[in-house]
């Protein structure tokens, strides 16, 4: 671990709002005298709008009138924030909104809204975008930083801070971790959702930028971190600033999926070795430019986070199934490395498609931790299942379970090895597309944190 730098709280990453946001406490984006537009009606009130991780992470607006009005929840909202000089659109919920009250001799009607997208007169050019990411995890790096800090009742003291500088392209994204980050941590693990880092994109070349060219590089680290995480990890609230803090854009809509911190997600990175992200990086990098890749990387981390997070251990093995299946299809027929379509579709079965892929990525398909035992949950032991037939077999037995294989008291037991085994097997699959030549933290066994090793086909010098 390389030598932390010394800096002073005040030299940390400022974010625009007031504070951080709590399932408790959300924080306020903005206040303004505003008029509202619902069912073709227009009328003044005072806005405000919310940034809240209950129950999900989303901006919420609240809109205040003296002017009476009826209505169900569901019609869509347009409010225009005089001061902001913005506007922002959403649908009218029922949570806390409608409420008819008696308000010095006069009604009033206050209106809740879920807020889906910003429109603004001109967005113009930022030097950088702040935002905060939430649900990632507290890391260690080489690039970690050491904080002087006052917790205002007296006390003082130095919090070695987790932070990573990682690039794409012409950008780079400084991810600096909160000072109570464990306390979130903690937090979150019952509730659900925290705001962990902030997050700054910048160009490396000091240009300011659009909002288009933003959110592009935004969905690559989205992504990335996604992938490394084993679950979804939202960038929320980008919000583009001038080099004089003035606000040019603001990017509040729909927010980023987030995975729950309450899941204990298992996964290839271990968080004490921060600097395999930057080692990966530039590989992810490869395959995300790639036109061949791009599309079929998104689809495949979707259903991978998608399976890693589910709790059911059968949904998990279809989806992960279909994953290696996109992988196979892309890596060994469209980018020719190995099979033509018509011998593709010749491989029936997926498990030959699967030993093909293996043979190719050097991932070993006649050893891994809990084949054995996924091999006793057969009706016949004595036949002997490398990885792919295992794997393969289970998910069959899903899906037409008239053939059952597996003995039936152990039905729920396959399943499970089956969805790790597949797990595992995508993501060093992923790994060895990219060329990953360095170390991860095998899922399959029961490792210390900070306990990772080599990839399988590091010997072979394969990159």
């Known amino acids: 671990m390389g030598k932390s730098k010394h800096i002073s709280e005040a030299e940390l990453p400022q974010l625009p709002w007031d504070g951080w946001p ?6 306020e984006l903005c206040e303004s005298e505003a008029v509202a537009s619902i069912n073709n009606q227009e009328m003044p009130g005072t806005a405000a709008c919310l940034y809240t991780l209950a129950p999900s992470p989303h901006v919420i607006g609240d809109f205040s009138t003296d002017v009476p009005m009826l209505g169900i929840g569901g019609e869509d909202v347009t409010i225009r924030l005089k001061e902001q000089g913005f506007s922002v659109g959403g649908f009218w919920v029922n949570l806390r909104s409608h409420v008819q009250k008696k308000k010095k001799g006069r009604a009033s009607t206050d209106i809740r809204f879920v807020v889906t997208e910003v429109t603004e007169p001109e967005r113009t050019r930022a030097s950088k975008v702040v935002l905060l990411i939430i649900n990632l995890p507290a890391f260690s790096s080489s690039q970690d930083i050491k904080c002087k800090y006052d917790d205002g009742n007296g006390r003082t003291g130095s919090a070695r801070i987790g932070h990573l500088v990682l690039s794409y392209r012409n950008w780079q994204l400084e991810l600096t971790a909160r000072i109570d980050i464990s306390q979130a941590i903690s937090e979150a693990k019952v509730t659900g959702y925290a705001a962990t880092y902030v997050g700054e994109l910048s160009r490396s070349d000091g240009e300011i930028f659009s909002c288009d060219e933003a959110e592009d590089a935004l969905s690559f680290f ?20 001038r080099k004089d803090q003035i606000i040019t854009f603001r990017l509040w809509g729909n927010q980023q999926r987030t995975t729950e911190f309450s899941q204990c997600l298992p996964t290839w990175w271990d968080e004490k070795k921060g600097d395999i992200l930057l080692e990966l990086l530039p590989l992810f990098e490869n395959l995300w430019i790639s036109e061949l890749w791009h599309k079929p990387l998104k689809d495949a981390i979707y259903w991978y986070v998608l399976a890693n997070s589910l709790p059911n251990a059968d949904a998990s093995l279809i989806l992960v199934h279909s994953a290696l299946d996109l992988l196979s299809w892309v890596y060994l027929v469209k980018s020719g490395k190995s099979l033509s379509k018509k011998k593709f579709k010749d491989k029936s079965s997926a498990a030959g498609r699967f030993e093909i892929l293996f043979k190719r990525l050097e991932i070993p398909n006649n050893k891994a931790p809990g084949l054995k035992e996924l091999n006793d949950t057969f009706k016949n032991t004595e036949k002997e299942r490398n990885l792919t037939q295992a794997f393969s077999e289970v998910r069959n037995d ?24 597949g797990l595992w097997c995508f993501e060093l699959s992923l790994l060895s597309i990219m060329g990953y030549p360095g170390k991860y933290h095998n ?13 399988p086909w590091a010997e072979s010098g394969k990159s």
């Not at 899922?443 to 990839?455: D, I, P, T, Y």
Request: charged content about 25%; hydrophobic content about 35%; aromatic content about 6%.
């Open 398 to 421: 899903i899906v037409h379970p008239d053939s059952s294989k597996i003995k039936e008291e152990c039905r729920t037991e396959a399943i499970r090895i089956a969805s790790e085994l």
């Open 222 to 241: 989205h992504h990335f971190l996604s992938f490394a995480c084993g679950g979804w990890c939202g960038l929320h609230l980008p919000t583009g600033k």
């Open 22 to 27: 709590t399932v408790d406490d959300p924080i």
């Open 443 to 455: 899922r399959l066994k029961h490792q210390w944190s900070g306990e990772v090793e080599a990839v």
